[in-house]
C-alpha cells in the first residue's frame, strides 16, 4: 500500500494563502507569524507612501502595524493582556498620572503581550534603510526566568529574516583567536556618552545602527559582541529580542548586572547590555566604570 497523495486527496489547509488562515498554536510560533505579518504590512505601507513625507510614513507604519498587532491578539489570544508603545505613550507611569487613572489590566494578568509594531521608526522613514523591526514578545507570571519572558520574535522584512525563540538561532560564534577589537552596537543617531567612553577604555570599536531589536539580532548572529544602551527606553523596545538572546544562550541584564524585568507598573527600562557569555564579566566591570548618573 502507497501513501503517496493521489491528484484527487483532500489537501490539508492549516493555513490560507492568503496568510488570513489560523495561525500556530504555539505561543513562540506565533509570535512569529505575527511579527512577520505586521512585517509585510509595513512593506506595504512603504510601497505605497514612498520617501517624500518621512513625518507621514513614520506614523502611517506604527498605527498599521499597531493596528494589525491588536486586531490579531484580540482574535487569536483574547484572554491575554497587551501592552504596546502606541497605547501606552498617551500614560505612561500610570502611578505618577492623575488619581482617577485606572491601574492597568495587564498587571492582573497571567499573559502579555509586549509589542513594538515599529521599532527604528527613523530608519524606517528613510529610502533604503533595512535596519528597522517589528517586536512581539510573550511575558508570562509562569515562566521560570527571571525575565518571564516566554516567547518573541523580531521580524526585520527589509533584511528578509525573523528572529525568533520558536526556532532559536545557534550561539554566535567565537571571533578568531586574532586579538580585534570588541565590536558594540550602538543608536546610529543618538549613542549615549557613555558608551563611547567605554568603548574607548577598552579599544572597542562601535558599530552604529537603528532599532533596538536589530542590534540585539546583531549580536545573536555575531555581526556585533555587544549591545550597550542607557539614558531611556521602553519595555517594548527590548523585550522580545531579549527573548531571543536569552534563549539563544546570550548574556542580557540591565548595565548593573540585575536582571531585566518586564510587565513592570511603569514601562520605562532604561539601560541593557546584551552580549556573549565570555564577554559579559568584563563589560559589566568595565560598565561600572562608566555608570551614566541617573
Ligand atoms: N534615550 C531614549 N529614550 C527613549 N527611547 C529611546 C532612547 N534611546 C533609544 N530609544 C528607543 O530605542 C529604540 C532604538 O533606538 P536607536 O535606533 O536610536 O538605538 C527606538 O525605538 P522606536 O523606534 O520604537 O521609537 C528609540 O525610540
Ligand atoms: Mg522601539
Known amino acids: 500500500m502507497t501513501s503517496e497523495r493521489t491528484e484527487t486527496s483532500p489537501r490539508i489547509v492549516t493555513q490560507r494563502e492568503d496568510g488570513a488562515g489560523a495561525p500556530p498554536v504555539i505561543d513562540a510560533a506565533f ?10 504590512v509595513l512593506l506595504q505601507v512603504r510601497e505605497e507612501m514612498g520617501y517624500a513625507d518621512g513625518k507621514a510614513l513614520k506614523t502611517a507604519g ?46 492582573e494578568s497571567t499573559r502579555v503581550w509586549i509589542v513594538d509594531p515599529l521599532d527604528g ?3 524606517f522613514s528613510e529610502e533604503g534603510r533595512t535596519d528597522w523591526a517589528v517586536h512581539v514578545a510573550l511575558w508570562s ?3 521560570a526566568s527571571p525575565s518571564h519572558l516566554a516567547a518573541g520574535a523580531v521580524a526585520m522584512p527589509a533584511q528578509h529574516r525573523t528572529v525568533a ?10 571571533p578568531p583567536g586574532d586579538p580585534r577589537p570588541i565590536r558594540i552596537a550602538a543608536s546610529r543617531t543618538r549613542p549615549p556618552a557613555f558608551v563611547t567612553e567605554l568603548a574607548e577604555e577598552i579599544g572597542a570599536e562601535l558599530v552604529p545602527m537603528g532599532s533596538a531589536g536589530v542590534k540585539i ?21 527590548s523585550a522580545a529580542p531579549v527573548a531571543v538572546a536569552l534563549a539563544t544562550g546570550l548574556h542580557a541584564s540591565r548595565i ?15 539601560d541593557l547590555v546584551v552580549c556573549r557569555k565570555d564577554l559579559a564579566p568584563r563589560l559589566l566591570a ?3 566604570r562608566h555608570l551614566p548618573s541617573e
Open 31 to 40: 509570535a512569529r507569524w505575527l511579527a512577520e505579518r505586521a512585517g509585510q
Open 62 to 107: 506604527d498605527r498599521a502595524a499597531h493596528d494589525l498587532l491588536r486586531a490579531e491578539l484580540a482574535r487569536w489570544r483574547p484572554a491575554d493582556a497587551v501592552l504596546s508603545e502606541e497605547d501606552d505613550h498617551s500614560r505612561l507611569a500610570w502611578q505618577d498620572a492623575e488619581p482617577a487613572t485606572p491601574r492597568p489590566e495587564r498587571l
Open 121 to 123: 521608526t527613523r530608519e
Open 141 to 143: 507570571a509562569d515562566s
Open 165 to 174: 525563540t520558536d526556532h532559536p538561532p545557534a550561539y554566535p560564534p567565537l
Open 217 to 237: 539580532a546583531a549580536v545573536i548572529s555575531g555581526e556585533a559582541d555587544a549591545y550597550v544602551h542607557a539614558g531611556g527606553q521602553y519595555e517594548w523596545d
Open 256 to 270: 548593573d548586572g540585575s536582571a531585566l524585568k518586564y510587565n513592570e507598573g511603569d514601562p520605562k527600562l532604561p
Open 286 to 288: 568595565a560598565l561600572q
